[in-house]
T-cell receptor
Framework: NAGVTQTPKFRILKIGQSMTLQCTQD?????MYWYRQDPGMGLKLIYY???????DKGEVPNGYNVSRSTTEDFPLRLELAAPSQTSVYFC????????????FGPGTRLTVT | AQKITQTQPGMFVQEKEAVTLDCTYD???????LFWYKQPSSGEMIFLIY??????QNATEGRYSLNFQKARKSANLVISASQLGDSAMYFC????????????FGKGTRLHILP
């Protein structure tokens, strides 16, 4: 089991560029989440998905899009990158069932200049 | 209104002492889960412990225990016999099962263990 994998680990974008952050889990988890963590802060939920074909907005969805065509993959798309999107992005998944801890990916450190 | 409140932005504790990290939550959902995560300076998020709203006993995992006081809506993390490696950020989180399945995090507490 690789758990939750994220690519890339680091990325520098210019303002206005677009990119996709990849997230894959091999644990057959239905629930997947994208968070951002700004320096010295907690995690804010961007988008989440409770299963393939279903996505919902979190606390800070503006400027991002997601899709969930398979159980394993949950990519996060940034369109027209802005400096305010400089952050560390974490993908997480959680086992089916009521109350279980999330498994987190290692994070993607994104800088927009 | 904040769903998860961690009132201690930072704490300094002597090695080998017990530590209590505070967490209060706000929900009207009768079915929910509470979680604690550790984030060392390396940046990864490590799941420590969880407590279900219907669990009768406080959760324990090794040196970690969760002091769950449902009526007070608090879910404090207790670390016994602290070690230098416990220095990290600690986040409390909640998942409301009947609401929207989101998992929301508090702002965290930075714990420093002093030798």
């Amino acid at each position: 089991n690789a758990g939750v994998t994220q690519t890339p680990k680091f990325r520098i974008l210019k303002i206005g560029q677009s990119m996709t952050l990849q997230c894959t889990q091999d644990m057959n988890h239905n629930y997947m989440y994208w968070y951002r963590q700004d320096p010295g802060m907690g995690l804010k939920l961007i988008y989440y998905s409770v299963g393939a074909g279903i996505t919902d907005k979190g606390e800070v969805p503006n400027g991002y899009n997601v899709s969930r065509s398979t159980t394993e993959d949950f990519p996060l798309r940034l369109e027209l990158a802005a400096p305010s999107q400089t952050s560390v992005y974490f993908c997480a998944s959680v086992q089916n069932g009521p109350l279980n801890g999330q498994y987190f990916g290692p994070g993607t450190r994104l800088t927009v200049t | 209104a904040q769903k998860i409140t961690q009132t201690q932005p930072g704490m300094f504790v002597q090695e080998k002492e017990a530590v209590t990290l505070d967490c209060t939550y706000d929900t009207s959902d009768p079915s929910y889960g509470l979680f604690w995560y550790k984030q060392p300076s390396s940046g990864e998020m490590i799941f420590l412990i969880y407590q279900g709203s219907y669990d009768q006993q406080n959760a324990t995992e090794g040196r970690y225990s969760l002091n769950f006081q449902k009526a007070r809506k608090s879910a404090n993390l207790v670390i016994s016999a602290s070690q230098l490696g416990d220095s990290a950020m600690y986040f409390c989180a909640m998942r409301e099962m009947n609401r929207d399945d989101k998992i929301i995090f508090g702002k965290g507490t930075r714990l420093h263990i002093l030798p």
